[in-house]
């Protein structure tokens, strides 16, 4: 890795900015947002059967603008039924995002939040110092396994928190995506170091969980990428390859080999002079 080049996640305003233009992009949250409307109730059709209230864990929830979906369909499913959602998340500006949406969103006054500022290890070790084994209804954890250092056993963990009727979902890059493409070819040459990736359902079976996987089509705008100089382009550059200001700071041939492997079919499609990125995504249910 060049010495100039680092990740994107150390600079935390161009990060936000890059997610800000990828969500802008692509079809992330639409086809997330399809997922939670069309499969998610069924999912959740038993979790609070016969329950007075019902416990969610977010892990890495962001700011909210999924959970508040995924609670919308649990308020739906169990109406007037209290729920507990407490938030695991290590940034201050996304909890602080959180609250404000929270407040902006009608119709929340049978839901108590707490939120917790840390990351899912050190929610772990902090229950574990309590001896504390509180037990959810459901948990969630959506686009940040990535970000843990052992995926495995942080799954294993939550899974051993589920009741006997709980499901945990797990939203992550699908094997089919683009992103599977570029970052096991490329992750070592980039500032990748801390990026966890690999076959998540190849570990579930080995673990011997029971799961059910859905496909969730998506696609980005990337045509950006390719036009010199573009602002834009280059802070989904940066948010492709994880790396900050990737297009200043990569060597050349770097640059030129992932403009080029952009372009392939593993990794993208050609359309009314347009490139689109394979943004797939997998959604995992996890049963007890």
């Known amino acids: 890795m060049a010495s100039s080049m680092r990740s994107l996640p150390s600079d935390h305003s161009r990060y936000l900015e890059s997610f800000r233009l990828f969500l802008e992009n692509s079809t992330e949250h639409q086809c997330m947002l399809e997922f939670i409307e069309k499969k998610l109730p069924g999912i959740i059709s038993s979790i609070g059967n016969g329950k007075s209230a019902i416990n969610i864990l977010s892990v890495g929830g962001g700011s909210g603008e999924i959970d508040l979906q995924i609670l919308s369909q649990i308020q739906a499913k169990y109406p007037g039924v209290t729920i507990n959602n407490e938030v695991i998340e290590p940034n201050d500006e996304q909890i602080l995002s959180y609250k ?33 084994f509180k037990k959810w209804d459901f948990i969630h954890m959506i686009q940040m396994l990535y970000y843990v250092k052992d995926i495995p056993a942080t799954i294993q963990y939550f899974h051993s928190l589920l009741e006997a009727k709980a499901k945990l979902l797990i939203i992550l890059v699908s094997g089919t995506s683009g992103w599977t493409t570029l970052w096991k070819k490329y992750g070592p040459r980039l500032s990748l170091n801390d990026l966890c990736f690999y076959d998540i359902e190849e570990r579930l079976s080995q673990i011997g969980l029971k799961y059910q996987v859905y496909e969730l089509p ?61 943004n797939n995504l997998s959604a995992i249910v996890i049963e007890p």
């Open 218 to 278: 998506s696609t980005m705008d990337i045509t950006n990428c390719f036009i010199k100089g573009n602002k834009e382009g280059e802070l989904l550059l940066d948010f492709l390859t994880e790396t900050c200001y990737f297009s200043k700071t990569a060597s050349l041939d770097l640059k030129n080999e992932i403009m080029e492997e952009l372009k392939k079919p593993e990794c993208s499609e050609e359309k009314d002079g347009k490139v689109f990125f394979n």
């Open 100 to 132: 404000e949406r929270v407040a902006k969103t009608p119709n929340l006054e049978n839901i108590k939040f707490t939120w917790h500022k840390e990351t899912s290890s050190e929610y772990e070790s902090r229950m574990n110092e309590k001896k504390e």
